[in-house]
């Protein structure tokens, strides 16, 4: 038993090793710390002795929701999709820290890149007309007395695109999202929340970076 902790540890700071040298924002005992809780949150194999990939969606999801207060199932899938950065429909471990570092840490440039990336839902480099449509309709709280509320969003996408789609084509390119942003700093969750606000940061961070002190 404790051979095998043993070796854990050491499997753990290996991996660790290999990953802080190729993410960004975190130390290494940071990088221990988040393997040590994507363990956690993986929990057990369904199979004794079988490897698990990683967290599938509704397991990332059921997090981003408990853990960062986030709610819209449309964001939430376009979170996962981008952490999935390899597709498999797993979260791995290196997936998993590589998207915390913009998640938690990540500068403009990257927070841009990664708000594009939930937003395009069907991953075809645009953000269109009717992914607007269903994005803002799905963020906004519905009016019940208004008669018909479809007219009122895509009002709201005409005007969200006659500020953002700068070359006109009707359609959002990541160079239209990132002028837009970069001018307006407001824009970069335009079409729904999907970064973590500070308090659940903190809040997150402590309880992951903390357990490092315990034994
Ligand atoms: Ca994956
Ligand atoms: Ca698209």
């Avoid at 221990?32 to 057990?44: D, M, N, P, Y």
Wanted: hydrophobic content about 35%.
């Amino acid at each position: 038993m404790s051979e095998m902790s043993a070796m854990n540890r050491k499997l753990k700071q290996t991996v660790a090793e290999t990953i802080s040298k190729q993410v960004e924002h975190f130390n290494k005992t940071e990088i221990e710390c988040l393997i040590r809780e994507f363990t956690v949150l993986l929990g057990e194999p369904a199979a004794p002795g079988r490897a698990v990939t990683g967290l599938d969606r509704a397991k990332f999801r059921s997090i981003l929701h408990n853990v960062f207060g986030m709610t819209d199932d449309m964001i939430m899938d376009g979170v996962f999709r981008t952490f999935d950065n390899d597709n498999d429909g797993f979260v791995g471990i290196k997936e998993w820290i590589e998207g915390l570092s913009v998640f938690l840490r990540g500068t403009l440039d990257e927070k841009i890149k990664y708000c594009f990336h939930v937003y395009d839902l069907n991953g075809d480099n645009y953000i269109s007309r009717e992914e607007m449509f269903h994005m803002l309709k799905n963020s906004l709280i519905r009016q019940p007395t208004e008669e018909d509320p479809d007219e009122g969003i895509k009002d709201l996408v005409e005007i969200t695109l006659k500020k953002m789609d700068h070359d006109h084509d009707g359609r959002l390119s990541f160079g239209d999202f990132e002028k837009a942003v970069r001018e307006e700093n407001l824009l970069l969750e335009a079409f729904g929340t999907c970064l973590p606000d500070t308090t659940s940061i903190e809040i997150f961070e402590q309880r992951v970076f903390q357990e490092q002190l315990e034994p």
